[in-house]
């Protein structure tokens, strides 16, 4: 009975995250915002809603896979929310308009003090091959990406 | 089907299943009319937390912990998927 009643509290409030975090990206202006809760709150869910599972069953190998499964989500989200959040800033996807700090556009125009725009990393292939020892993290981005760009054409 | 139909951990599982589509439906509205691309993908990767969540309540449901497997899966799967498309969206602008 006891098992019961924890493992109802565990799904009832995994659920709960489930539908906040998506009111939450319904609701929010942003993507970065959106980003936020759903990156969070799906995975605080998920991982509730699986330790309610656990306590159901209340098994040993139930429970060791729920671990695991628990373990490689705490891995994976954040890894994925900043890989989405990364890609979408070099997209250059707009801000909201009442955001506080952006230290990124400051760090990379800190960087290359000559681009103005912080998207404006396009590089041409005579940058990419004749890296300056100057800017070293900033050069190595773009030979990379030049790089590939080179096989692709 | 239904091991017992009239316990608390029936109930509970069937308002979370309840809960569960709902937000999925909000989702699938972020998803179908996200103004950019990268919405669409943040979307989905909640999309496939979701859908492991009502793995986890059907498994409380019917009393048949085999779905856990599918979980498991699942979450793998939605993690390279999330990893490619934002590895596609960086790289593959130019």
């Given at each position: 009975m006891i098992l019961e009643i924890i493992s109802s509290i565990f799904l009832l409030a995994g659920s709960v995250f489930f539908l906040i975090s998506s009111i939450g990206i319904l609701r929010f202006p942003d993507l970065y915002t959106r980003m936020h809760a759903a990156t969070k709150g799906g995975a605080f869910g998920a991982v509730l809603m699986l330790m309610g599972v656990a306590v159901h069953f209340a098994e040993l190998w139930i429970s060791i896979e729920v671990l695991l499964v628990i373990i490689f989500i705490f891995l994976t989200a954040p890894v994925a929310g900043h890989m989405i959040g990364r890609a979408a800033y070099l997209l250059n996807t707009p801000l909201w308009n009442d955001t506080v700090i952006d230290e990124w556009c400051v760090d990379l125009q800190h960087e290359q003090s000559s681009i103005p725009s912080r998207m404006d990393t396009a590089p041409s292939i005579e940058q990419a091959t004749s890296p300056s020892p100057d800017n070293e993290g900033v050069q190595r981005r773009e030979t990379d990406s030049g790089h590939s760009a080179a096989q692709e054409n | 089907m239904f091991a017992d139909s009239t316990s608390l951990v029936h109930l509970s599982a069937t308002?979370?299943?309840?809960?569960?589509?709902?937000?999925?439906?909000?989702?699938?509205?972020?998803?179908?009319?996200?103004?950019?691309?990268?919405?669409?993908?943040?979307?989905?990767?909640?999309?496939?937390?979701?859908?492991?969540?009502?793995?986890?309540?059907?498994?409380?449901?019917?009393?048949?912990?085999?779905?856990?497997?599918?979980?498991?899966?699942?979450?793998?799967?939605?993690?390279?998927?999330?990893?490619?498309?934002?590895?596609?969206?960086e790289k593959g602008i130019r």
């Open positions: - | 308002i979370s299943l309840a809960l569960l589509v709902v937000a999925l439906f909000a989702a699938l509205l972020r998803l179908m009319r996200g103004p950019a691309l990268p919405d669409r993908v943040v979307a989905l990767d909640l999309v496939s937390a979701l859908v492991i969540g009502i793995i986890a309540a059907y498994c409380v449901l019917t009393g048949i912990s085999l779905f856990l497997n599918a979980a498991a899966l699942l979450a793998l799967i939605s993690f390279l998927g999330t990893v490619a498309f934002a590895r596609y969206l």
